[in-house]
């Protein structure tokens, strides 16, 4: 049976712009959404990434979180006619700050999957505070819980299927463990990409300071190089998946490795026209 990914709206951050897409409008705040992903018509309810614990925990990393009452992950699964105890599973794209910061509202026969190197790097140190102390804690209690969290070594296993439709991937940017969800859907495959893209716009269709097609624009937040940064966004474009969902940006509609449209708030779901690429080579 085919899979259906609901988007669930857990507020927004505001950031300075340059954090998002390298070198864009320094100095300048954005507002961003964060978004989760409820993945329904399997055995069980699949959830994918938590958002932030609370506004106050974002001013830790100079951020303002915007996260009220509607934006809740209860209320968020309700509007889906699910509760927290009926989630099966939580996956993580990975556990930076915006990601994580919500599983211990769900009980420990809730597994918690996760690559991994991401839970090795979440305790290294390299990008604290993005990993705060009571989200790792937190998970921490789960590994010494039987069943409470699920660990995968997807840079060295390849892909696992999770159940039918669901497949886990190493995603190989943003961060060292971060994981891609591949979901098979009624209208074609559809990647959760976390932040490995941030803006399709400015990374992807019409990319800032770069010389020309597929040369995308990495995000001012990456652990690995730029050049990995760049293929990994490659990876996702040439992937053959209809459908690519970021955490900070609607969905793109993906043919041909271009985007052509943007996605509402269900996959499949409504579509609208995308802005047509710029002509990179006039004649």
């Not at 954090?19 to 989760?36: E, H, K, Q, W």
């Not at 090795?120 to 819980?145: C, F, N």
């Not at 800032?208 to 652990?223: A, D, K, L």
Request: hydrophobic content about 35%.
């Amino acid at each position: 049976m085919p899979l259906e990914i609901k988007i669930l709206d857990y507020g927004d951050i505001e950031l300075e712009s340059s954090f998002l897409v390298l070198g864009r409008d320094c100095g300048r705040t954005r507002r961003v959404p964060v978004y989760g992903f409820l993945i329904l018509g399997g055995r069980w309810p699949v959830l994918v990434d938590t958002g932030y614990r609370d506004n106050a925990i974002m001013g830790s990393l100079g951020m303002r979180g915007l996260q009220f009452h509607e934006n809740m992950v209860e209320r968020q699964l309700a509007n889906h006619g699910v509760k927290v105890g009926d989630v099966r599973y939580i996956l993580h794209t990975h556990l930076h700050i915006d990601h994580a910061g919500k599983d211990d509202c769900f009980p420990m026969n809730t597994t918690v999957v996760i690559n991994r190197r991401e839970l090795e790097y979440s305790v290294s140190g390299l990008m604290h505070p993005q990993y705060p102390k009571p989200d790792i804690l937190h998970l921490v209690e789960r590994l010494h819980t039987p069943g409470a969290l699920r660990l995968e070594d997807l840079d060295q296993s390849g892909p696992i299927e999770l159940m039918p439709g669901l497949t886990l991937a190493h995603a190989d940017g943003h961060t060292e463990g971060s994981m891609n969800v591949h979901v098979e859907t009624a209208d074609g495959t559809a990647i959760i990409c976390g932040d490995v893209i941030y803006d399709f716009n400015d990374q992807i269709i019409e990319p800032q300071r770069t010389f020309g097609p597929e040369e995308y624009q990495v995000t001012g937040n990456h652990s690995g190089s730029k050049r990995r940064e760049k293929a990994a966004m490659r990876k996702l474009m040439h992937s053959g998946a209809k459908y690519i969902l970021p955490v900070h940006d609607k969905p793109a509609v993906v043919q041909g490795a271009r985007v052509v449209g943007r996605a509402d708030m269900a996959i499949p779901g409504p579509i609208s026209q995308s802005v047509p690429r710029r002509d990179w080579f006039p004649a």
